[in-house]
């Protein structure tokens, strides 16, 4: 087993007892000689309302947040992958499990999904993935490998969460509320977010990304989740079109420090406070990043 000292390390503590949490992202993990590193890792999106001062007017949006572990066997860097993925429209993938599995999904879906309109609503979007899952496991693309997604968009401009689980030759499409977490760490960063009763509908925006942010910190506890954190906010802009901004570095040395204030302890405190925190966005957020 892996093991760092972070948060994401610890036992819960009872309230009112301060985690010793570093002020900093700690650095990446190594894989021991010998021990090979599983794909399986952690992937969390939360609801939230997006509004003043960010943006003009007030909308749903999604915080998206995984680790960057691949795995031993893929190619790149085990802890920089990038595990968000376009699905065309207003739709993004997080993608959890064997990397290469995952990836062939996303593709083939974006590829379906872009071939016609998009879909009016969530129960359409919801028909045409279960319809495109059908196909996919007869495809030679998919040998029962074990994957999980995370669909999030904005169908008809309404907030939509789709889980996708391929398992054993079959693949399953269910719809979320708000919430979602997937991967080997999904099981403690449900566990924080559940101590939390985390409220979708009334988050903002500093307390939706911390809560993500924390949820991945704590999944850390399974030696699988990887130290890189990747936070993406999800949205649409005034003209319709989807757009995804990343947190930066200085955004994720902010989460850091609250976590060392507000793990497991009340963050009623975050609620309202100015977080512009984004890569290459300007003062005034003009969203920097489009989707196809």
Known sequence: MIVTQSAGNRSIRPPGVRPRVPSRPQPLKESPNGIELTAVTVCIALQFRLGPPYVPNSRPAFALCTDGRAGADEWGSNDNTVKTHSLGHSFVGL?????????DFCAELESSMTAVDPPKNKAEALKRIREFSVYYKESPLYDGTNFDVIVSGFPGG???LFCIHGESQDITVESRIGVDAVGSGAFYAKAILNLRSYDF???DFPTATYSAYEA??????ESNVGPRTWLKIHVLDDSGDCVLMDIGPNGVTQLEEWLGEYFIRSIAPLKGVEFKKFVGAPPDLQFPTRDR
């Open 95 to 103: 993608m959890s499990g064997p990397f290469a599995p995952s990836v």
């Open 158 to 160: 309404k907030p939509a």
């Open 201 to 203: 509908l009334n988050a």
């Open 216 to 221: 991945k910190r704590f999944s850390e506890t």
